[in-house]
């Protein structure tokens, strides 16, 4: 079935710290992946995306590297910044549609100045 | 540019009502998504709607339904309301049309509360 999950649903680091954050899933068919964020009263705001052909993307600041023989994905961001705090998603478009994702519970990242 | 408007904000109801909540995407979007956002079970897909017609459907009973309009804008109904029904309820509108992937833009949410 569909399903996409966390390792760790809470990380604390210190600010200017780097921080990974992972994710498993399980849909082979899937073929586009995308981390959010979501900080407290808002909702989920784009970070970055990858498409199965590919296995790291870097954008500002983060990296998101995929390991399709694990099936695995993570996020990683560097220097990591107190406005960085919130809750992390990855997401799966589970191969049928491009519109139609499935996110993972979720990591709590919490940046200790 | 404004973003996804969703109202109402908030809003309160009690068990065996009904419930519509709106969606104005960006200017522009074509595509309107609606997500169920739960502590229990976190972000579960509703539906998804492109010019007027619903395209892709999660795994909802038929209480929950939604509609799009010529201008974008969309609306979700949840008919007969149940307690687990309360939730964070997201929109969410993408530029891209057709089978491309693209980048959802999400509203801030309507916190529906069922006493």
């Known amino acids: 079935g569909e399903s996409v999950g966390l390792h760790l649903p809470t990380l604390s680091v210190q600010e200017g710290d780097n921080s990974i954050i992972n994710c498993a899933y399980s849909?082979?068919?899937?073929?586009?992946f995308i981390w959010y964020k979501q900080e407290s009263g808002k909702g989920p705001q784009f970070i970055i995306d990858?498409?199965?052909?590919?296995d790291k993307r870097q954008g500002q600041r983060v990296t998101v590297l995929l390991n399709k023989t694990v099936k695995h994905l993570s996020l990683q961001i560097a220097a990591t910044q107190p406005g960085d705090s919130a809750v992390y998603f990855c997401a799966e478009n589970s191969g049928g549609s491009n519109y139609k994702l499935t996110f993972g519970k979720g990591t709590l990242l919490t940046v200790n100045p | 540019k404004a973003g996804v408007t969703q109202t109402p904000r908030y809003l309160i109801k009690t068990r065996g009502q009904q419930v519509t909540l709106s969606c104005s995407p960006i200017?522009?979007?074509?595509?309107v998504s609606w997500y169920q956002q739960t502590p229990g079970q976190g972000l579960q897909f509703l539906f998804e709607y492109f010019s007027e017609t619903q395209r892709n459907k999660g795994n909802f009973p038929g209480r929950f339904s939604g509609r799009q309009f010529s201008n974008s804008r969309s609306e979700m109904n949840v008919s007969t309301l149940e307690l687990g029904d309360s939730a964070l309820y997201l929109c969410a509108s993408s530029p891209l049309s057709g089978g491309a992937v693209g980048e959802l833009f999400f509203g801030e949410g309507s916190r529906l509360t069922v006493l």
């Open positions: 849909n082979s068919a899937s073929d586009y």
């Open positions: 990858i498409r199965s052909n590919m």
């Open positions: 200017s522009g979007h074509r595509s």
